[in-house]
């Protein structure tokens, strides 16, 4: 139950800013309206989003940003090939999320992908094999998984996850494995590539 969602309206000014900083200090291309959330896991639907911005580096190795501002009022922020955040992660009264620290990890997330500290990979094809648990029993491995990782610029913050691939669509999957293999192949960590900063005199 959530008795007091407006307390998260702060984050909508929060990711205006973040847009605002980004579009003026690195060289993207930006797009803006519920389009731009077409290809997009997870999206909201279009009654509930106020706002969606696409920010797109002007390189194929650098992973782009789609903020997507909804109604309730919260925050979603899809990044490269299927990583998608939800701020808050959860809104209910047992959770007390605070708008402000829920911005401080908006921002650190952020500019970890801008700055070059985040990555994403595609195992490769597996069948999911089955293990016993003496407590769960029967229990089915992850088989083929896409996995993410953060780290913040000051390394001072990681996060990493993984998830069953066959939970991606089919043609989502085969695009990101291409996509992801031409980031592999321009960055020795495997990341994908800091934004390039905005040409001087733009």
């Known amino acids: 139950m959530d008795d007091h969602p407006e307390r998260f309206a702060p984050l909508h000014a929060v990711a205006a800013a973040l847009i605002d900083y980004l579009v003026g200090h690195y060289d993207v291309e930006v797009d803006e309206g519920h389009h731009v959330m077409a290809d997009v896991l997870h999206a909201p639907t279009a009654e509930e989003t106020v706002r969606a911005v696409r920010l797109t580096p002007r390189s194929d ?3 782009p940003l789609v903020f997507m501002l909804t109604s309730y009022p919260a925050l979603r922020v899809h990044a490269g090939a299927f990583f998608t955040e939800f701020y808050p992660s959860c809104g209910c009264n047992a959770c007390d999320e605070r708008w402000d620290d829920v911005a ?3 921002e650190w997330q ?5 700055g070059g500290g985040f990555g994403e990979e595609v195992s490769e094809p597996r069948r999911a094999k089955w293990s016993y ?3 769960r029993g029967l229990v ?3 088989g083929q998984t896409v996995s993410y990782r953060l780290r913040a610029l000051d390394g001072g913050s990681q996060r990493s996850g993984q998830s069953r691939a066959e939970d991606v669509p089919p043609e989502v999957l085969a695009r990101a494995r291409a996509t992801l293999d031409s980031v592999a192949a321009a960055s ?3 990341n994908w590539l800091p934004w390039p900063a905005t040409p001087l005199g733009r």
Do not use: K, N, P, S
């Open 61 to 63: 190795v650098c992973a």
């Open 188 to 190: 020795a960590e495997g």
């Open 140 to 142: 089915q491995g992850m």
């Open 110 to 114: 952020v500019f970890a992908i801008v």
């Open 133 to 135: 648990d003496r407590g």
């Open 104 to 106: 401080d990890e908006l």
